[in-house]
């Protein structure tokens, strides 16, 4: 069973900074790709950022320049980098892991991490 462990989320002011990081059971390269989606009250989950295997990354537009997603393979983790937060990331923040099988894609989620921008 693949555990997704995300620590890293909190409070935080406008304009500042967070560093979400999600701790895999399994080693990430093993993942065909990882990544972060988020969910805000009474809206649905969406994409925050994925990096694929090669290392290509998909942004979502309304984070792109301000959040950057990492990888740590050696320490099979994936992170991402938060800068400049707006009143609107504010979100449960959950990481993702996919692996592509024969027949199917596995998906796997963490439990989520909040975090929180207010004044």
């Known amino acids: 069973q693949v555990q997704l462990v995300e620590s890293g989320g909190g409070l935080v002011q406008p304009g500042g900074s967070l560093r979400l990081s999600c701790a895999a059971s399994?080693?990430?390269?093993?993942?065909?790709?990882m990544g972060w989606y988020r969910q805000a009250p009474g809206k649905q989950r969406e994409l925050v950022a994925t990096?694929?295997?090669?290392?290509?990354?998909n942004v979502a537009d309304s984070v792109k320049g301000r959040f950057t997603i990492s990888r740590d393979n050696a320490q099979n983790m994936v992170s991402l980098q938060m800068s400049n937060l707006k009143l609107e990331d504010t979100a449960v923040y959950y990481c993702?892991?996919?692996?592509?099988?024969?027949?199917?894609?596995?998906?796997?989620w963490g439990r989520g991490t909040q975090v929180t921008v207010s004044s």
């Open positions: 993702n892991a996919r692996r592509a099988t024969i027949g199917a894609i596995l998906e796997y």
């Open positions: 399994e080693s990430t390269f093993s993942f065909n790709a």
């Open positions: 990096m694929i295997s090669g290392g290509r990354t």
